[in-house]
């Protein structure tokens, strides 16, 4: 997909997210939309390999969603992607459906771990980056992580030990949108710089815009192919809420479902923001 | 067939946790793709044995340092690439201080991943309270996915690790520091779901795994000299748990004792205590830390302090057998 069409799917799942989370009645809207463009990048960016018919395939890249709470934007991106049909979505959160509040990995074809409890998908990754390496796959592994979850202190478990490993298969990505439940991360328990910390514990860091489509392609291919020996992290400057007005920068989003009218005004939002893309 | 220790090998004292390395070994001798995760402890938990026994387990052996919670993910994400993973460090750390991940990540799931820490309950001794894990097995037992064995000796904690790799998904070893007298020949094939009768008798039954079983065989030797027919056996799954076997011993003798180097909140004892409520009420007796953290002194003495030791079971199965006779 080109950066035109990313940018149309990229509204095509937010609009999925903002329906999902409605129609759940619960869920977290903010982080998932906050995410939305990095995960369209990886997976219809011709970033990760994949095979959405054989997602077992022994060769495959890997994505972990660190930051489980924003399952629906990954549920959207495995849907469309054809891991499972679309039509699915609207179970989320409900009774019997494989869409479970937090992602399962035993209910949803291509969800790589079951996430959920902040801080561990990045040792996670490690693991699978070392268990790769081990048996001569060629594979990447890419973990999403909140900023707030770098609060978490496993995660500079891993982060150190990650670097001593000199585990170049990994790619951590950073949703740099600066809010978390209670407030602005800085606000909260500062972890400033993200960037600087990840370089100090001995990785490649780079920034970029989490909403510049062509950015974010360019960033996270070149973080994938370059291996010298070092684990990179591209912490990705986003906005919480992003594609909905009254949801950007505001914490207050992080994890309550819209009503009927917000619902219909968050939808009238993007798809007039992805017909005018669509005119483009 | 179980195959006991010979008296040979009951002269000889061996801890449980020299079994890990060892087994380990023998198992990717076998082709097995085990790996083994440790954090700072690998000398101690013998999977640095592992490590030096050649250059292609050295290749699956990681150390991640100080750092438990990695330590276990680490783990979960090498068996997400198929391989058997096995965690080291002290049972304190390993399974307390990683407990969220053993639940949300290696139990929810459905990993393969073991957990096999060492110096569990009071065996760690001198290192006082702080270091003595007296709650692992409650919390390891409440977790779906989870199996939970507690080898008595050397032989049975070679064994457990055996199957914890033969077995898909979440085990929990529990071995300790303690030098233990040998119960089982060298060469012991256990099962999961399998408790094991070491001594028959008809007054009273005595329940009881790891370090207790030396305990329980002694307390019925005591009991014998005065009368009393105690049978003994060795609880090694305590999850799953051989109903069965047991039942069948409590309906024999009408009572019985649980004895385990661990809280009485959570453990055997009340694994032991559920199963009776629910399928044969009999009275029965419970040996192990009373709801208290630990402290330091040698491993013998704390038996005694803290009332776990032989006379501790020959007195509470005199108790089980009084209330039965009363009932």
């Known amino acids: ?12 799942v937010r609009e999925d997210i903002v329906s999902m989370i409605a129609e759940a009645g619960s869920g977290h809207p903010g982080g998932s939309l906050s995410c939305a463009d990095i995960l369209c990048a990886l997976y219809f960016g011709s970033v990760m390999d994949y095979t959405a018919d054989d997602p077992h395939k022994a060769d495959r890249d890997r994505f ?26 609207k179970t989320l959160r409900k009774l019997g459906s494989r869409l479970q509040g937090h992602p399962d990995m035993r209910l949803v074809p291509g969800v790589e771990a079951s996430t959920g409890s902040l801080g561990q998908g990045l040792s996670i990754a490690c693991g699978m980056a070392l268990g790769l390496a081990m ?24 982060a150190m030990y990650a670097a001593h490993m000199d585990l170049d298969n990994l790619v951590a990505i950073i949703d740099h949108n600066g809010l978390q439940i209670d407030g602005r991360v800085v606000d909260v328990c500062n972890p400033e710089s993200i960037t600087d910390k990840f370089a100090s514990f001995g990785w490649q860091v780079q920034e970029v815009d989490g909403h510049d489509m062509g950015a974010l392609v360019r960033t996270l291919s070149k973080a994938k192919a370059h291996r010298s020996g070092q684990p990179k992290a591209i912490v990705a400057k986003t906005v919480k809420g992003r594609g909905v007005s009254f949801m950007e920068d505001q914490a207050s989003w992080h994890g309550k479902a819209t009503d009927p009218d917000q619902t219909a005004r968050a939808l009238k939002e993007i798809r007039a923001a992805r017909d005018e893309r669509s005119r483009a | 067939m179980i195959r006991f220790a010979s008296d040979e090998e009951r002269a000889k004292r061996l ?25 700072d402890l690998s000398g101690s938990t013998t999977i640095g044995k592992f490590a030096a026994s ?17 330590m276990t993910d680490v783990a979960a994400g090498l ?22 991940q053993i639940r949300n990540t290696v139990c929810y799931a459905d990993l393969n991943v073991k957990i096999c820490p060492t110096h569990a309950g009071i065996s760690v001794g001198p ?28 032989a049975a904690a070679g064994a457990a690790i055996k199957l914890a790799a033969r077995t898909d998904g979440p085990v929990y070893v529990r071995m300790g520091r303690a030098q233990v007298p040998c119960v089982y020949a060298s060469d012991v094939d256990l099962e999961i779901g399998r408790a094991y009768v070491l001594r028959e008798g008809a007054d009273v039954t005595i ?36 109903e069965e076997t047991i039942l069948a011993s409590v309906a024999k003798t009408g009572c019985a004792v649980v004895a385990e180097e661990h809280s009485v909140n959570g453990g055997l004892g009340e694994a032991v205590a559920s199963l009776l409520a629910r399928q044969a009420p009999a009275p029965c007796e419970f040996v192990g830390m009373q709801d208290r953290f630990g402290k330091s002194g040698s491993f013998d003495e704390l038996m005694v302090a803290f009332g776990l030791d032989s006379a501790a079971i020959a007195k509470a199965a005199s108790r089980a057998m009084e209330r039965k006779a009363s009932s």
């Not at chain 1, 001569?136 to 891993?158: H, I, N, R, Y």
């Not at chain 2, 050649?54 to 990695?70: H, K, L, M, W």
Request: proline share 4%.
């Open chain 2, 54 to 70: 050649s250059e292609e387990n050295a290749r699956r052996t990681f150390n991640v340092g100080i750092a438990e919670q990695n």
């Open chain 1, 64 to 89: 972990i969603l660190s930051k489980g709470h924003a399952a629906p934007a990954l549920y959207a991106v495995l849907a469309r992607a054809g891991f499972f049909p679309s039509s699915e979505l």
């Open chain 1, 1 to 12: 997909m080109d950066v035109h069409d990313l940018e149309i799917r990229a509204l095509d």
């Open chain 2, 15 to 39: 801890a449980t946790r020299a079994a890990y390395g060892p087994a380990l070994i023998e198992l990717a001798s076998q082709g097995l793709p085990v790996v083994a995760v440790d954090a």
């Open chain 2, 79 to 100: 068996a997400l690439t198929g391989k058997i993973a096995f965690t080291g460090s002290f049972a304190v750390f390993g399974c307390g201080r990683a407990y969220d």
């Open chain 1, 135 to 158: 048996d001569g796959f060629p594979s990447t592994v890419f973990a999403l992580l909140g900023d707030g979850e770098c609060q978490e202190g496993q995660v500079w478990e891993a």
């Open chain 2, 127 to 154: 290192d006082g309270g702080t270091h003595q894990m007296l709650e692992d097995i409650a919390l390891m037992r409440s977790l779906p996915n989870m199996r939970v064995l507690v080898p008595a000796d050397f």
């Open chain 2, 207 to 242: 329940i009881a795994c790891g370090v207790e079983i030396d305990e329980a065989l002694k307390a019925a030797c005591a009991l014998e000299c005065e009368g009393i027919q105690a049978e003994v056996i060795d609880a090694f799954s305590v999850k799953p748990l051989d």
